[in-house]
């Protein structure tokens, strides 16, 4: 028998065994995967390098107390868990490490899968450490070859299947672009503009689940008053992505608008085009700092949760959404209707980015494609739900276009990234890395007072 200092590891190099491979192969790399390997056949998780992390965590708490690998291994659990909801939701390694700032302003706990997938992966690392301690002197005696190997092959297996929707950003693209809406274009028309930016909207692989939506508009135009077009765009990003996608005409970022300076964007080329440039969203101000950088990119004047709050009386207005709790889409989109109607000389462009469809969501009220019967519109429950949500707010902006009080104003609602699903099944309603986009263009001219106030102004661009 091989005697050790009390209290110290026993020394490196020495012979492998395999029953000591064996137990750090299922201390380091079957305990912390296993939650990912058993939902692997129902879920999706891209986690790329992260088996790698509890690899490391057993390296560094090798030469530790043996109490300190608990907080070690949990660090390693907690860089696991940020980098499948960085890839989930479509967010570059800085924007993710610059969003934590933005962490208060998400109630987690009001998910009870968020909760649960949190707890569970505690559990996992609290358990990988304690067999790692209970098995530290089988540590030398391991061949950490056979481990790595065994760390690789979850690897492997998890990008063989886990394959997200987009890689490297495609050749730009956006609905803007297709529908050649330049500022001149805009501007001279003499109409107003509703831009509606849709959380989540992916692009439906069925265009019978598309006409879902579809439809709704298409009722709009049986009046005479609007001609309806619809198509697909590329993506890059993730929210604030489609907001330099579609309003700066470049893929990006919000950390791409955070200098001190303006940028040659469309709210601002409409701006100095004499257009009235408005933007209203039901969540904080503070988060991505959309307060600071909506005026950088020509915005007049920005809306959000803590404005409306304060405006609207008591009661205070009604709350929608899950993790991401704020005002109610539909009712930011009604708020929106009126600032159109407001000062009908001055033409507007007005743009609405929603929030009640981030996943984890809660369910409409109104169950109108019948998503809990037995024969639903959508036979995935959870793109059934979605579906049924921006139904609400399809049949929103429908009523503002069918309102004989508003303006003449052209409509255009984009998807803002992909559908991030996390159930395989529910992936599969969706083509990889597009987004759906439908425009309403008004048949009808603006006022004359309209058009000479636009021309009066410094021309756009």
Known sequence: M???????????????????????????????????????????????ISPLFYLLAAAAAYFLPAWAAYPVFLLAALLDGALVAMLAFNLPVGDAIDTLAFLATIDVAASSVYVAFILAMIATALTAAWLFNRFRPDAPRASPTAVAFAALAVIALDTGVNRPFSGAAPAFDSAIVQN????????????????????????????????????????????????????TSRYSGSTTGAAARELCGRWGSWVDFMGDRTFDCLPRRLSEAGMSTLSFHGYSRDMFFRHHWYPQIGFERSTFLEDLAAEVPTPTPARCGNVFKGLCDTEIVNVADAALKADPDRRK??????????????????????????????????????????????????????????????????????TPLWERAARRHFKPGLVDWYRLESLRSAPAGAKARLASGAGAR
């Open 349 to 418: 462009f007005v743009y609405v980015l929603t929030l009640n469809t981030h996943i984890p969501y809660e369910p409409s009220a109104i169950d109108r494609l019948d998503c809990g019967s037995a024969a639903p519109a959508i036979d995935n429950r959870t793109v059934c739900d979605l579906t049924n949500l921006w139904s609400d707010l399809f049949r929103s902006v429908a009523a503002i276009a069918q309102d004989p009080d508003l303006p003449p104003t052209d409509i255009l609602i984009v998807g803002d990234h992909q």
């Open 2 to 48: 091989i005697a050790y200092a009390a209290g110290g590891n026993p020394p490196l190099g020495m012979a492998s065994s395999r029953r000591a491979t064996i137990r750090l192969i299922g201390a380091l790399v079957v305990v912390p995967n296993i939650l990912f390997l058993l939902a692997m056949p129902f879920y999706v998780a891209v986690r790329t």
């Open 180 to 231: 050649d809406l330049t500022a001149d274009r805009i501007a001279v028309s003499g109409r107003n503009m509703l831009f509606v930016m849709v959380e989540g909207l992916g692009a439906f692989a069925d265009p019978q689940e598309r006409s879902l939506l579809a439809d709704i508009l298409q009722d709009v135009t049986r009046g005479g008053r609007y001609w309806l077009t619809s198509g």
